[in-house]
């Protein structure tokens, strides 16, 4: 049943990947041509350990430096494919109007170079704790998995209080995707649907794109990362953990300063008002601000924009521009006076007669 939906809606969706995919960037469309012919390429299985990062050989003395660069193109299942296209077309839509063509393209060869590093670092680490020469002939490193995580970082970053979904547990925002898609993958590894380098690269992606953009993305007004306090590391964890989160990293940044890997926050004091003065920090000011509302605004405007409307309010003018007239036929109260009037003659006392009686009483 699931099989003949599918079926009966692929057209619909062929349509819709096709408009979107026509409509992107040159970026976008070489990103997805290169993901294409790398999933072909992975037939060969002689060209694996050359196209894909292997540990054991990007070490000397092979020094396979190049598949740092290569193995983010290599996927071994069709699936994989069209999630990497279709992650690659949403950063296209929803990142490249902010950012530009190259910044994005900037962003993605750090993610994924700097993801493929770290887990090679990784496995090496595990074969000198483990001695098993699998972890370093055996594990193939490739895929985009590591700048999907890094997306979902992004995204968090411009729409973090975005609502994707109400449910009965509460509302999911974008600022949860990067720890459930973490969650998640790390399931699918335990029950074998995902290759063994995906949730640690997915991690590695997370945490590398975050150091990215909260300290090193450099912006149009010139300053360099983000240092808004939704898009600190303690923000990626629920609520209750926060608290703790925040001490530990903010501990490790404070040892990172020091030793000059990380530089402190520059505060801008503005004394120009005499009454106030106004402190500001990287990725506060209203550019940053203002570079965040864009997208959220456009979501808000696609949601809007589908409602239908169901009835129109009454206009108060009528289309010749006047303002409707009272009906006609609408009879004012008419209030009817009386045009006779009857006069009432009132006896006129007789002042001389009363003063004759009080005389005459007196004199008795």
């Known amino acids: 049943m699931a099989t003949s939906t599918v079926q009966r809606n692929m057209p619909y969706i062929r349509e819709q990947f096709s408009a979107a995919f026509g409509k992107s960037s040159v970026v976008v469309k070489s990103v997805s041509v290169a993901v294409t012919i790398g999933y072909f390429l992975s037939f060969l299985t002689a060209a694996i350990p050359y196209l894909t990062v292997t540990p054991g050989y990007v070490l000397p003395p092979n020094m396979r430096i190049w598949a740092f660069f290569t193995q983010c193109f290599i996927e071994f299942h069709f699936w994989e494919v069209l999630v990497d296209i279709a992650v690659v077309i949403l950063c296209g839509k929803l990142l490249e109007p902010l950012w530009g063509a190259m910044d994005m393209l900037l962003f993605f060869l750090i993610t994924n170079v700097s993801v493929a590093l770290s887990t090679t670092i990784f496995y090496v680490l595990i074969y000198f704790l483990s001695r098993n020469e699998e972890y370093l002939f055996e594990t193939h490193i490739h895929g985009l998995v590591g700048y999907i995580a890094g997306f979902s970082v992004a995204v968090k970053q411009v729409m973090p209080d975005h609502i994707l979904m109400a449910s009965p547990f509460g509302k999911l925002r974008n600022t949860h995707i990067p720890l459930l898609l973490l969650f998640a993958a790390g399931s699918l590894r335990l029950v074998g649907a995902l290759d063994g380098p995906f949730p640690v690269m997915f991690g590695f992606g997370i945490f590398l794109s975050w150091i990215y953009l909260r300290f090193y993305q450099k912006h149009s007004n010139g300053n360099r990362g983000d240092m808004a306090d939704n898009f600190n590391f303690a923000s990626f964890f629920p609520s209750q953990l926060q608290p703790l989160i925040a001490i530990i990293s903010n501990s490790i940044f404070m040892g ?109």
């Open 256 to 364: 990172m300063v020091k030793i000059r890997i990380c530089k402190k926050p520059q505060r801008k004091y503005d004394v120009s008002s005499p009454s106030t003065i106004t402190i500001s920090l990287p990725g506060t000011e209203p550019q940053d601000a203002e570079r965040r509302r864009q997208l959220a605004l456009k979501a808000l405007n696609d949601r809007l924009s589908k409602v239908e409307q169901t009835g129109k309010w009454p206009s108060m003018v009528d289309e010749e521009g006047k303002s409707p007239e009272v009906a006609k036929d609408v009879k004012e109260p008419i209030v009817h006076s009386s045009t006779t009037t009857s006069t009432v003659k009132l006896p006129i006392p007789d002042f001389k007669e009363n003063a004759k009686d009080v005389s005459s009483d007196g004199s008795t």
